[in-house]
């Protein structure tokens, strides 16, 4: 049996909620290391600013093979020191998922012995090749990559990943881990006060991404959260000033209590899955999938948008099936029976574009390619490919409503956003539908929220579960190979500000870290 907290780690009490709490739920990581599981053999890496790896509690489960400096092109994943501590953000990740129990040092790590690294890849220009580089590290050594970075939250960006990173993706879910998947963990998003929807986020948008959201202590939906349909579960962040926020490592071998936002969220998640992958190594990146939805809780998280889906599942925009339970999670994982192969059967929906105005909806009745070696009997994630023009996107609300009844939000308003640019194929993606018989009408409902004057044309069709694109492979060693013909040399600076937030609601804004 593996050791479990003692108080001799002072300031465990805020790291998570990690213990039981009859007031309030909690993430149950306690009753998980009382079982024996701890991370052991578990290898994640933070792709991040860098990780400061000789911290004195982070230096025993620092892993090398997990680590890179993407940005200077060497081994070594120490953050660049500045005056204003700006580089912080990946150490603080870290501490959160293998920070060393028992040393009498700050908090310790959900999964406290497993192997921690980190990949240096957001302290410089973020292009298509630096995140092809950081999701395809070692993949055979890595077995979880945790990210807390995305397009920017303003409320109005509409990105994802381009070629070479969607390439990194497949070939990690397809290869990673010896066939079995890497599995990917990302934060949902900071851009609640502007409205923002993660959906319009292609990082967390995606089917190889595990997306968790954020709750306060008090179990409310924090004032930076996004909602979407594409969010899988929830872990513990920052709420209001009186609200606990989360306790990890940070720079010059310090201690924090001030790490925020669905970037500390995320971490924590990692940090439950690596405690699950010691429970069971054979587990696939969709396993780990099916295995949150079955045991995350959505007792005690308050919101006003929880509903019953087609298998009498609770499931939330705000905060997907619920809160991580560790214990759960592992007792669930020990004895799983590996899902089977994954099957894709692509509907068009409409056979010519239809004009949007106020109000349009397409329903089509499907089979989900019955009598075909790809039928489809029981859903993961559905996917709505939609090509769209429209004079103002940010009014438009999009909803995909199920044969079972369930009405998933693809895209909710978003008033900042006043692009005229429409959606180019673009993948919204839903969980809420999981276990589903797919067969019968699915319904697409386009809703112009602010009245007449807007005008657009759509096309779109169904994907159950979502298309899989054929896309030729990264090189074997991208750390060796020549630039890329074809890759995108500027892509917007990928947003560390998902982790520091301000403390409350009284800050003027989300701040995102300038490099």
């Not at 890496?45 to 892993?63: A, M, R, T, V």
């Not at 109005?156 to 990194?168: F, I, M, S």
């Not at 099957?343 to 106020?358: G, T």
């Not at 008033?415 to 194929?425: I, K």
């Amino acid at each position: 049996q593996g050791r479990y907290l003692s108080a001799e780690d002072p300031r465990t009490g805020a790291t998570g909620l990690l213990s039981y709490n009859s007031k309030h739920r909690d993430l149950n990581v306690k009753e998980a290391w009382k079982q024996g599981v701890t991370g052991q053999g578990v290898v994640v890496s933070i792709l991040d600013d860098g990780i400061e790896k000789n911290h004195p509690d982070l230096e025993h489960n620092y892993d090398p093979d997990a680590s890179y400096d993407v940005n200077d092109g060497d081994p070594d994943p120490q953050p660049r020191y500045t005056q204003l501590n700006d580089n912080r953000h990946g150490t603080r990740c870290a501490g959160e998922v293998a920070a060393v129990a028992n040393n009498d040092i700050c908090g310790v790590g959900v999964a406290y012995n497993a192997k921690i690294g980190g990949v240096r890849m957001l302290d410089g220009e973020v292009t298509d090749v630096v995140e092809a580089q950081s999701l395809s590290l070692n993949p055979q050594h890595i077995d979880i990559y945790s990210a807390s970075w995305g397009p920017e939250d303003d409320g109005k960006t509409v990105d994802g990943p381009a070629k070479l990173a969607k390439e990194a993706f497949l070939r990690g879910v397809t290869e990673g881990r010896g066939g079995l998947g890497s599995i990917f963990v990302w934060a949902s998003g900071n851009g609640g006060r502007e409205k923002d929807s993660c959906n319009c986020d292609g990082y967390t948008n995606s089917i190889f991404t595990l997306s968790i959201s954020s709750t306060t202590q008090c179990g409310m939906v924090p004032w930076y959260s996004e909602a979407c349909s594409s969010t899988l579960a929830t872990t513990y962040s920052s709420g209001g000033s009186n609200e606990k926020q989360i306790i990890t490592t940070d720079l010059r071998q310090k201690c924090t209590d001030f790490h925020t936002g669905t970037s500390a969220s995320a971490p924590l998640a990692a940090g439950i899955i690596a405690l699950a992958l010691e429970a069971n190594k054979n587990l696939t990146w969709r396993d780990m999938q099916h295995l949150v939805v079955r045991t995350s809780n959505p007792a005690h998280l308050l919101t006003d948008d929880w509903k019953t889906n087609g298998v009498g599942r609770k499931v939330s925009h705000s905060y997907g099936y619920g809160l991580l339970d560790a214990a759960a999670i592992v007792a669930l994982a020990q004895n799983w029976t590996n899902v089977g192969p994954q099957q894709k059967c692509v509907l068009s929906m409409v056979s010519e574009p239809r004009n949007i105005a106020n109000h349009l909806v397409i329903s089509k009745s499907v089979d989900a390619c019955q009598g075909q070696p790809n039928f489809v009997s029981s859903l993961e994630h559905a996917q709505a490919r939609l090509t769209l023009s429209y004079n103002r996107r940010g009014n438009l609300a999009i909803y995909l409503i199920s044969p079972q009844g369930t009405r998933s939000t693809l895209l909710a308003p978003r008033p900042h956003d006043y692009s005229s640019e429409g959606f180019n194929d673009w993948a919204f993606m839903t969980t809420h539908s999981w276990d589903e018989d797919p067969r019968g009408e699915w319904t697409l409902e386009m809703e112009n929220v602010e009245g007449a004057s807007d005008y657009g044309t759509s096309s779109f069709h169904l994907s159950v579960p979502p298309d899989r694109f054929e896309c030729p492979r990264l090189p074997a060693d991208p750390f060796n190979s020549p630039i890329y013909a074809g890759a995108e040399a500027g892509r917007p600076l990928r947003q560390k500000g998902r982790a520091s937030l301000p403390p409350s609601q009284s800050a003027a804004s989300l701040l995102a870290l300038q490099l």
